[in-house]
């Protein structure tokens, strides 16, 4: 079954020639248009858009944004703010950044519409350290929006005032995570919070309710308020509606971002023919679909169970070609969608390595609040650096595989799942290659491999 | 005595066993009474909640619920409701109890959650047990007893961290030993109101320090000792002097304000080593002052009395007791009497001051309260004083009234309770114009004045009561035995009565509460026996127009804030 087409969405004018981030080019290209269509509408129209829409969030858990908007505490008399995460820091994600240098007013009408709906006076966003022009473009775009009222006091003349303020991260994976870049936000070490009690939607930003959003899920906000909940919903499958970036990197001909309807292209078409295949000579060997956290799949796997399809449950037999590449389908598989960073390993790689270099970046991200995380991932880390660099033995893939299990399910926030997924599974699937490694390492090197760690 | 309201109770179940506890209570307080012991580090009772070590997970259910009719889903194994189990660990200490709220605790599930949090905090510990002085009263060697593995996986290098930081002039601190639980932190900043201390660097290599240019000095920096869980943060004063399980230890409680914080003090053969904090709910809750904690170096201070004296000459008590006595008797007598003795020495002051026919009056020392556990009344018993009727108006800090009358003629002789008369304003002209009979622990000018010296006893060496500023009396026992020399101040003041001509005269606590229960209305049905560790509050309708030096403390607040008097 040849791949279906692109559906660029969000991406519509990325790449485009001619098209610039300043708002007059937006304006062009029939930008604010929503918001303006938007601001005359009831705020709880366009919220119930959204959950009528399926959206869910783009940032990694693939949470419903609708029952997110709903679980926010209006009744408290705090005000409400929105945070917008654009911390994206996982390895292998490169979608929001695009959005942020090429598109940025995509983005702000969007969060002035959710901001609007939610009746939110002050939204931040919240963006990683690393990013300084996207920092700067946001700035200038936000003053543009400013300067022709679509943001500030009295939006379009209906009364209704809201600012933007950018506010950049120092650098640390952590602060994605919602309630870690809420404390940054606030200006402390980004430690998670416990939940309960501390729920952003009731005890977010500064104790008040917050909605803390992808910059992505903005943006489909923005085309949910133009086209409707409904019509949304009728893009890709259900409970995986909308479309889906896909930032594809690693060992294809052509990596890259694609954007197409969630659930419509399995991960076979994605790689062999919208990124070219394999390189040369080469075969794949595994794969992470959701960023760096998510489980590895490994090729020449197979899938079967049952699975819902519409009201019935049907059976299904996948190689790993075959699965589909929404939230549901990789969930059920063992792995997930997460921020959608698709990350491709051919033969020429030693798992062992590619563990170790992602172990390495877990360790130097922990935050350092809970023990099992803090611990256990530069644990991990010393442990793959060692079999990398040292003394490999047998037993230390087992070693690493326990050490795993006990982080997972205990820490405060998800970077616990985060750090040791990639290891149970990396383990769990190519087990017999940390058995093998001592021996392994003996061999020479295969010709352009690169140095992992 | 009043009772509090009573709280809502809920019931929940801990491993099986139903127990019933205040609403909100969370789950590692609720465990305790149920008698199961929920491990924590990062917890404390007086702190807020982080969740940050993860020992304290625990297997948590809620009672099923039909999510569309709202009735309760049976089992029918059972008959009981059903609990849904949660599918992950949850930790104990921010989980508040809830009617019909389960945990497990002794699951393999969370053996194995504890035994990975003990494994995990122990890699890059040092494991230098034999030399670190928290051995003994360590909750990480305790737990790895427990809750450990009892061996290493461990291959690696271990994290090199700062050995021995000095945090401020009394706290010294081990990173590598630090288990970053925060407590210390959290303490600092929402007890002490000093901000001083926080984490830099991250992960694993994360590093208690105090901010820069600053340091850990306040009076409470010590506290923050006795809540590490480890031998990260240890007693500069303390360290390496003595094996805890070798100490002693025994109830007493702070003499340095009219707060009153409960004390453990610490001792081996005579000798006190270290003050901690006791826990009292109503009073300091587990703080204390480290001002506090050094008080006991006034026991084998250079200036302590250890003789019985007359005339500057060695002497006997019991021919010190009769010269005092022919002193007293010869009339024109005004008794100083201590805030700072103890309800029973204050008892028998009166009754001497009684049998003389003599004026009474006590020495006020007030300071600058720090709304903490320091208050403005540094005496520990002023309350004591009014309580026994020894006065029945607020001590000054000059006795002016007492040098006018001296220099009148008024009085020729003074008895003088532990207090330095010309502190208190009295010139040394005034000292030699009346004969003084010194009753107190150390030399000062009035001793040295004095006709009659009798040595007593300090706080650590003897038994007795006080009375704090909420009018809670607490009882403090002795620690240690008296230095050679002094003797028991019951004695002294019990054998001065006597000769005195006083009817009865109690040298011993047993002996004075017997009169106190009879003769004081508001300790009517009290024995010494009778008072918690934790004291009881009395009856203080009495002195409800008096008007205190105190303002308000950690659990405190004035009567009368309200309504200033003039002086």
Not at chain 1, 20 to 26: E, F, G, L, N, R
Not at chain 2, 453 to 464: C, D, N, R
């Given at each position: ?7 660029r969405i ?9 098209y ?7 304006v ?15 705020p ?20 419903p944004c609708?029952v ?11 005000p409400?703010?929105?945070v917008?995460?654009?911390d994206e ?10 959005i942020?240098?090429q ?8 969060i ?12 931040y966003?919240?963006?990683r ?13 936000i ?5 022709r009222?679509?943001?500030g006091p009295?939006?379009l003349?209906?009364g ?20 870690g ?5 606030e ?21 008040c ?8 899920t ?9 086209v ?18 896909f ?37 794949f060997?595994a ?9 590895v ?19 299904y037999d996948?190689a ?14 063992g ?31 922990s ?5 099992p995380?803090?611990e256990g991932s ?40 985060a ?7 990396f383990?769990?699937k ?5 058995k093998?490694?001592p021996?392994?390492?003996?061999q020479?090197?295969?010709?352009g ?5 | 005595?009043?009772?509090p ?5 809920v019931?929940?179940?801990v ?33 807020t ?47 508040n ?9 002794n ?29 003994g009263?360590c ?30 002039p ?6 590598e030993?630090?288990?970053?639980c ?6 600092c900043k ?13 992960g694993?290599y ?24 480890v031998?990260?943060?240890t ?13 002693k230890?025994t ?9 009153g914080?409960?004390?453990v ?6 000798v ?22 050094l ?10 009395l ?6 500057g ?13 022919e ?8 008794v ?10 204050q ?14 009056q ?24 009014l ?16 040098g ?23 010139t ?10 010194y009753v107190g622990?150390?030399?000062?000018a ?6 009659v ?12 009561t006080?009375?704090?500023q ?10 240690i ?23 009865s ?30 004291g ?31 002086a």
């Open positions: 079954m040849p791949a279906p087409e692109q559906r969000i991406f519509k004018h990325i790449d485009e020639p001619g610039t981030p300043d708002i007059d080019c937006y062009r290209n029939g930008g604010y248009e929503v918001l303006k269509k938007s601001v005359q509408r009831k709880e129209e366009i919220v119930d858009e959204v959950k009528k829409s399926g959206l869910r969030g783009r940032g990694g858990a693939g949470f609708g997110k908007w709903s679980l926010l505490d209006r009744k408290s008399g705090k409400i703010y929105l917008v995460n654009a820091s996982e390895p292998g994600t490169f979608k929001d950044r695009y942020i240098h598109d940025p007013h995509q983005l702000i009408e969007g002035m519409i959710t901001c609007f709906a939610n009746n939110v006076k002050q939204a966003i919240y963006i350290g690393e990013f300084p022009e996207g920092a700067r473009i946001l700035e200038r775009a003053a543009e929006a400013r300067a009222n679509f943001a009295n939006i003349g209906t209704y005032s809201c600012e933007i303020y950018v506010h950049r991260g120092a650098g640390a994976y952590i602060c994605g995570e919602e309630t870049l809420i404390e940054s936000l200006g402390k070490r980004p430690y998670p919070r416990i939940k309960p009690p501390y729920f952003p939607a009731v005890l977010g930003l500064y104790m309710p917050t909605i803390v959003n992808n910059v992505e903005l943006c489909h906000v923005k085309y949910i308020a133009d409707g909940g409904q019509a949304f919903s009728q893009i890709g499958t259900p409970n995986n509606t909308g479309t889906r970036i930032c594809v990197s690693g060992h294809v001909k052509r990596p890259g971002y694609y954007e197409f309807e969630t659930g419509k292209i399995t991960l076979g078409q994605l790689l062999n023919e919208v990124c070219g295949g394999p390189l040369p000579g080469r075969k060997k794969v992470i679909p959701g960023g760096s956290s998510a489980k799949l490994k090729f020449g796997e197979r899938f079967k169970g049952k699975r819902k399809a519409g009201a019935e449950m049907v059976d996948w790993l070609e075959d699965v589909p590449m929404d939230f549901d389908s990789l969930a059920m598989i792995s997930m969608g997460g921020s959608g960073g698709v990350i491709v390993m051919d033969d020429s790689v030693n798992m062992v390595d590619a563990l170790a270099n992602i172990n390495a970046f877990y360790a130097h991200e935050c350092g609040q809970c023990t995380c803090r530069l644990w991990m880390k010393k442990i793959s650096n060692r079999m990398v660099h040292g003394d490999a033995r047998t037993e230390d893939g087992a070693l690493l595989k326990s050490v795993a299990d006990q982080i997972a399910g205990r820490t405060i926030c998800a970077f616990g799942e750090c040791s997924w990639p290891t149970q599974s383990i769990q190519f087990g017999d290659e940390f093998a490694y021996d392994a390492k003996k020479p090197k295969r010709d491999t690169l140095e992992l760690v | 005595m009043t009772q309201a009573k709280p809502d109770l019931t929940v179940n491993d099986g066993r139903e127990v019933s506890v205040p609403k909100g209570t969370n789950m590692i307080e609720a465990a305790r009474l149920a008698g199961v012991d929920v491990p924590h580090y990062c917890y404390h009772p007086k702190l909640v982080v969740g940050n070590c993860r020992m304290c997970l625990v297997e948590m259910g809620l009672p099923a619920v039909d999510p569309a009719t709202k009735q309760p889903v049976m089992d029918p194994a059972t008959g009981k409701q059903k609990i849904n189990w949660v599918p992950r660990p949850t930790i104990a200490c921010a989980t109890a809830t009617p019909g709220l389960h945990i497990r605790t699951t393999p599930s969370v053996k194995d959650c504890r035994e990975g949090v003990m494994e995990f905090l122990l890699i890059n510990h040092p494991l230098d047990c034999p030399i670190c002085d928290q051995a009263e909750r990480l060697q305790e737990q790895s007893m427990g809750y450990g593995r009892g061996y290493s996986r461990f291959i690696e290098h271990k994290n090199v961290k700062p050995k021995r930081t000095q945090l401020g009394r706290v010294t601190l081990d990173d030993r630090c288990i970053l925060s407590r210390c932190i959290r303490f929402e007890v002490a109101k000093d901000d001083v201390l926080g984490f830099v660097d991250r694993s994360s590093t208690l320090t105090c901010y820069p240019g600053k340091e850990l000095a306040n009076n409470y920096s010590l506290n923050t000792v006795d809540i590490c869980p031998g990260a943060l007693s500069t004063d303390f360290r390496f002097k003595m094996r805890v399980w070798f100490l230890q109830n007493s409680i702070d003499t340095e304000s009219s707060v914080a409960n004390t003090v610490w001792s081996r053969e005579g006190i080593y270290r003050i901690t904090p006791r826990r009292n709910d109503e009073v300091n809750d587990t703080w204390m002052t480290d001002s506090g904690r008080l006991f170096k006034e026991v084998r201070q250079e200036n302590r250890t003789a019985v004296q007359v005339d000459q060695a002497s006997s008590l019991d021919i010190a007791i009769h010269t005092a006595a002193l007293l008797k010869a009339g024109s007598v005004a100083v009497g201590s805030g700072r003795s103890s309800v029973e020495e008892f028998l002051t009166k009754k001497i001051a009684d049998t003389l026919k003599a004026s009474t006590l020495v006020a020392r007030v300071g600058q309260g720090d709304k903490i556990l320091l208050s403005a009344d540094r005496n520990p018993n002023v309350r004591g004083a309580v026994t009727g020894l006065i029945n108006r607020l001590p000054e800090a000059q006795l002016s009234q007492l006018a009358a001296i220099d009148a003629g008024k009085v020729k002789t003074v008895l003088a309770i532990n207090e330095d008369l010309s502190a208190a304003g009295l040394q002209a005034q000292l030699g114009k009346v004969a003084i009979v622990t150390h030399a000062n009035t001793s040295a004045a004095a006709r010296v009798l040595p007593t006893l300090t706080v650590f060496e003897k038994s007795g006080l009375v704090n909420q009018f809670r009396i607490q009882k403090f026992h002795a620690a035995p008296g230095l050679a020399g002094a003797v028991n101040d019951l004695v002294v003041l019990g054998k001065l009565l006597a000769k005195v001509g006083g009817s005269a109690p040298t011993d606590l047993t002996g004075v509460w017997a009169q106190l229960v009879g003769e004081v209305a508001v300790l009517a049905g009290l024995s010494f026996a009778k008072i918690s560790d934790t009881v509050v009395l009856n203080a309708s009495d002195f409800a127009n008096l008007v205190f030096p105190e303002g308000e403390t950690l659990h405190y607040k004035p009567a009368a804030a309200s309504a200033p008097v003039p």
